[in-house]
T-cell receptor, first 115, second 113 residues
Framework: GAVVSQHPSRVICKSGTSVKIECRSL??????MFWYRQFPKQSLMLMAT?????????EQGVEKDKFLINHASLTLSTLTVTSAHPEDSSFYIC???????????FGQGTRLTVV | QKEVEQNSGPLSVPEGAIASLNCTYS??????FFWYRQYSGKSPELIMS????GDKEDGRFTAQLNKASQYVSLLIRDSQPSDSATYLC?????????????FGSGTKLNVKP
């Protein structure tokens, strides 16, 4: 089956630093990857759609300068949380869609804690 | 995001009963529909996908889609305690020129032994 690997699974960082999260499709090519944020007991909120070779499209209210997304290849997208603050602490999840299908497969998620 | 709406629950059913989960979506450009299951602290896992009107069955799960009414549902037969989780409805489509994948807020299901 389609496997999406997300790294790291957990990260603790100091306020003001930046954190990079990687999302890799291991056995398929993904022209589109999605980044979500999920606060405790809430749903997944789509942050942005990452398209290979082009700029990401951000949802309303998501700061593109704070959440930098790079989709450099058909198997890798990265999300960088810049100048992280405690309110950025959340569960960040990526998903990827294979070229041929429309299902999206999810990475394991990254638990970010900013102290 | 309000493109997809679900009752948050919790929905409680006894073991062996049928659990019925419902979802409505707001935009007619939605093309594909999915049900995911999410356990606490974990990523969602795909249960069912459905693309055309009608019913689709897979084991104990049946997805139903009605595009005219803009709703999609999931029936779980012979519910088991291990089915206790949050069930997320998702829609995929093209809004403007962009491919989007939106989730509902999820319905928490409790299956009581």
């Amino acid at each position: 089956g389609a496997v999406v690997s997300q790294h790291p699974s957990r990260v603790i960082c100091k306020s003001g630093t930046s954190v990079k999260i990687e999302c890799r499709s291991l056995d398929f090519q993904a022209t589109t990857m999605f980044w979500y944020r999920q606060f405790p007991k809430q749903s997944l909120m789509l942050m942005a759609t990452s398209n290979e070779g082009s700029k990401a499209t951000y949802e309303q209210g998501v700061e593109k300068d704070k959440f930098l997304i790079n989709h450099a290849s058909l198997t890798l997208s990265t999300l960088t949380v810049t100048s992280a603050h405690p309110e950025d602490s959340s569960f960040y999840i990526c998903s990827a869609k294979p070229l041929e299908n429309t299902e999206a497969f999810f990475g394991q998620g990254t638990r970010l804690t900013v102290v | 995001q309000k493109e997809v709406e679900q009752n948050s629950g919790p929905l409680s059913v006894p073991e062996g009963a049928i659990a019925s989960l419902n979802c409505t979506y707001s935009d007619r450009v939605s093309q594909s529909f999915f049900w995911y299951r999410q356990y606490s602290g974990k990523s969602p896992e795909l249960i069912m996908s459905i693309y055309s009107n009608g019913d689709k069955e897979d084991g104990r799960f049946t997805a139903q889609l009605n595009k005219a009414s803009q709703y999609v549902s999931l029936l779980i037969r012979d519910s088991q305690p291990s089915d206790s989780a949050t069930y997320l409805c998702a829609v995929n489509g093209v809004w403007g020129n962009f491919n989007k994948f939106y989730f509902g807020s999820g319905t928490k299901l409790n299956v009581k032994p």
